[in-house]
T-cell receptor
Framework: SQQGEEDPQALSIQEGENATMNCSYK?????LQWYRQNSGRGLVHLIL?????REKHSGRLRVTLDTSKKSSSLLITASRAADTASYFC???????????????FGQGTILTVHP | NAGVMQNPRHLVRRRGQEARLRCSPM?????VYWYRQLPEEGLKFMVY????????ESGMPKERFSAEFPKEGPSILRIQQVVRGDSAAYFC?????????????????FGSGTQLSVL
């Protein structure tokens, strides 16, 4: 399995419902990030959670991190059709010293929100 | 404040030709990363550069691939003698080192990518 695996691979919901995506990883990390990618476009950074944090909020987004289980979840509340995109988690290894943007991405969750 | 600019958006090459992909980071960003995305897959790290320096090229194939980020001008990812397996979307990302005195070079700003197709 790859570092940063998302689950489910695809998620289809109705507008207004909540969407939950999960991510698992293998090694010790410095931080974990979630990105969104619209079809044919680059990735947009959503949220970063550090290894010493357990939960973080940003607007309709809620991210949790469980380092003991090496897993994270992204919750999008009150989803909208515009949330339709692929969502990726990405980890930064804890290699000691200064970390930088060498991210290890999972294969992503394709979220479809129906109007 | 323009975002990360990549060109060309689409690039078609025949096997054996050279591909040059350009990336201009966001204004004020001194760190550039290149990632490759194969169909149906997540992004894979290739190389991390600062101005005139390659910091980490552990994800870049040893042969045919090279990257630079000169003192002036965009970062260039160069693929020599392309093969069909090089067909992918290549994304550039940039980051500042600090923002408001907080180390932020882990958060990346991505360009829209260059889709390379090798015939």
């Amino acid at each position: 399995s790859q570092q940063g695996e998302e689950d489910p691979q695809a998620l289809s919901i109705q507008e207004g419902e909540n969407a939950t995506m999960n991510c698992s990883y293998k090694t010790s990390i410095n931080n974990l990030q979630w990105y969104r990618q619209n079809s044919g476009r680059g990735l947009v950074h959503l949220i970063l959670i550090r290894s010493n944090e357990r939960e973080k909020h940003s607007g309709r987004l809620r991210v949790t991190l469980d380092t003991s289980k090496k897993s994270s979840s992204l919750l999008i509340t009150a989803s909208r059709a515009a949330d339709t995109a692929s969502y990726f988690c990405a980890t930064v290894y804890n290699a000691g010293g200064t970390s930088y943007g060498k991210l290890t991405f999972g294969q992503g969750t394709i979220l479809t929100v129906h109007p | 404040n323009a975002g990360v600019m990549q060109n060309p958006r689409h690039l078609v090459r025949r096997r054996g030709q050279e591909a040059r992909l350009r990336c201009s980071p966001m204004k004020g960003h001194s760190h550039v990363y290149w990632y490759r995305q194969l169909p149906e897959e997540g992004l894979k790290f290739m190389v991390y550069l600062q101005k005139e320096n390659i910091i980490d090229e552990s994800g870049m194939p040893k042969e045919r691939f090279s990257a630079e980020f000169p003192k002036e001008g965009p970062s260039i990812l160069r693929i020599q003698q392309v093969v069909r397996g090089d067909s992918a979307a290549y994304f550039c990302a940039s980051s500042p080192l600090y923002r408001d005195r907080v180390l932020t070079n882990e958060k990346l700003f991505f360009g829209s990518g260059t889709q390379l197709s090798v015939l």
